[in-house]
Each structure stands twice: as C-alpha cells, then as structure tokens.
C-alpha cells in the first residue's frame, strides 16, 4: 500500500533528521575532545533542536504551500477545506483528487447547460413554427375581411368560421403546452383513487366515435372476461393518456382498420394495451415520439393535423404514477401503446 506523506509527517521527518544530525555533530565534537556537555544538555539541545525544526517547518509549509491550495479551493468553491484539516492529509494527492472532481462536476455542468441550451433553442424553434401556421391563417381570413369580404354574404360567414377554427387551435397548442410544463414542474398533484377502468374507455369511445366513423375505424375492448376493471391510479389523467391513444390509433390508422384496447389482469398490476392495425411506425422514431413536437413526416401525418404534444403529455402522466409507455410497432403493420397500473 503506498504510504500516506502528510504535512505534519514532514515536519515530524524533518525535525527527527534535523535532531540526529544535531546529535551526531554533538558526538563527533565530544569524541574530538572539543566539548564537554553531559546527558541532561544533550537531551535539552535535541528537544529544542526538535522543537524548533517542527515549528518552522510547519510555519513554512502552512504559509508558502498551503496558503496557494487555499486559493486553489477558494477557486473550485469546495467549502470547509481548514488549513488544520489539510495538515493531517496527503495535500497533494487530495488536491488533485479534489480538482479532478472539480472539473469533472464543471464538465458535466457544462454539458447539461448546452443539452437545455440546445433544447430550449429547438423548443423555441418548433414553437415558433407550429404557432406560425394558425396565426398567419386567422391573419389573412381577418385581412380579406377587412379588404372587402366582409359585404359578401357568402365567404363571410366561412372566413369567420376559418378564423375561429384556427383560434381554437392556437388555444389547443398553448393549454397542451402549459398542460406539459405543469407535469415537468410536479405542478400537478395526482389525485390517485381506484377506479373502474371499462366505464372510462367506453366514455372515451363515445366521445370518439365520429372521428372513428370519418376515418372508418372500429373501436373495440377487450377486458378478457372482467366486468370490472379496478386499477389505482388519477382517474382524469389516465383518461387523457387513453384518450391521446386511442386519438392518434384512429389518426395514424387504416381506412376499414380496427384499434384495440386490452386489458391484461397481471394480479399485483395491470397492463393496458392500446393496438392498432394501422401505418406503423418506422423504428428510427420510436425513441423520439414522447418528445415535444416530435411529429414522424408522413404525408398521413401532415393531413392528419396535431402538434406533436400528445405523446409526451401521455409520458408526462405516466412518469407521474412512476410508470413509462412502452412502444412497439411493425411498419406499414400496426403498433401497440402499453403501460401498467397498480390494481
Ligand atoms: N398509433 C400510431 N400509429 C402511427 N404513428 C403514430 C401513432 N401514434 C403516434 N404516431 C406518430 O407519433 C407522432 C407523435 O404523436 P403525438 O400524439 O405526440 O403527436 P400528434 O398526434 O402528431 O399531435 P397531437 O397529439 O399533439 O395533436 C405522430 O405525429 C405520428 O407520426
Ligand atoms: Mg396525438
């Protein structure tokens, strides 16, 4: 094991040498016959010589060497470092160990602070751009008005309805986004009961069934033989998260498709499927669909309308019952959204 050199470990060094080298001039004079001093003066001479080599050894190191590593750790801001603590340590060996810690932490600092950079610049970015869209439509709907279209009874009515359409979008965009930096900031408070899980889908069913008419897709439960399906859990985020799915299983599906809710009984907890038999996904996406904005280009999708939120509102709520999406797709096939609930 290699030895641990401290300061104080030289200053004692430095005055047992300091000391033997005492005695041994002290030796060679008696045996030249040049002094006579008796056992008690050797002793003294040695204490002191012993004395006096530590204290300026010590008050050299503490005030040339030490000072300059107080400094050091002034500068890396690594509180409680005493010159008296760094007495009895390796100094050097420490130093460095702290200032490769340092620097270390100042990296990673540094590489966090560009990812939220980088991450705010690409927020903004698709903000801006998604926001763009609706503002300019209801822009130029209001300046035909303005320029004549408002005394021809038959555009007026549908320009003023177009404007109104695009409103209610902006409107979608800003309550999805505040919605999201709720969850990220653990604004929102879950408010875990139990419930039954087959009412809520079949709400969610009814409230879709006109989309799922317009793009022809069935929607269809399988609790495999439950009547009741209790899991534990906030009863309105949960609904948003099956909402979303089911959403984007009719906007992403097949014409004549079929998308599936399974509920899956795994005695401690559940899982729950949402399956479609729809356009699928391309794997590259995969890892990419729960962030902001993240929309797969397809022409499907850009007919399709969306901004690309509903996803990572539904990772959001998730990660707030401790639970995560899992995505599985087979492109040009169908993809499956699972997660668990407690029961
Ligand atoms: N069931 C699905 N099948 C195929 N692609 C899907 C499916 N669900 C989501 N996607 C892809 O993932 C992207 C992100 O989905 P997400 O729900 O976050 O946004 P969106 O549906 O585009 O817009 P929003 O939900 O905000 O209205 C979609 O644009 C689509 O390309
Ligand atoms: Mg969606």
Redesign the pocket.
Known sequence: MKKKVTPLKVCVMLAISNTLITLLVIAVLSLAGKTQINTWQIFLIALLVFGASYTVTYLIIKKYILQKLIQIYKAIQHKGKSKNMLMSKNVFEQTSQDVSKWAKELDEEVQTQTQLANYRRLFIGNFSHEIRTPIFNIQGYIDTLIDGAMDDDNVREKYLNQASKNVTRLISIVE?LTTISKLEYNQVVMNITEFDLIPVIYDIFDELALKAEEFEIELKLDSHGHNFFTVKGDKMAIRQVLS?LL???I??GKTKGKTTVNLLDMNTYAIIQVT?N????EEKHLGH?CDRF???S?SR?RT?G???????IVKHILEAHNQSLSIS?NYGKG?T?AFQLEK
């Not at 969306?306 to 990572?312: F, H, K, R, S, V």
Request: glycine share 18%; no cysteine.
């Open positions: 999805d979303n959403l984007n299983s906007k992403y479609d729809g356009i699928g996904i669909l993240y929309r797969v397809t999708s399709a969306g901004t690309g939120l509903g996803l990572a797709s993809s959204f």
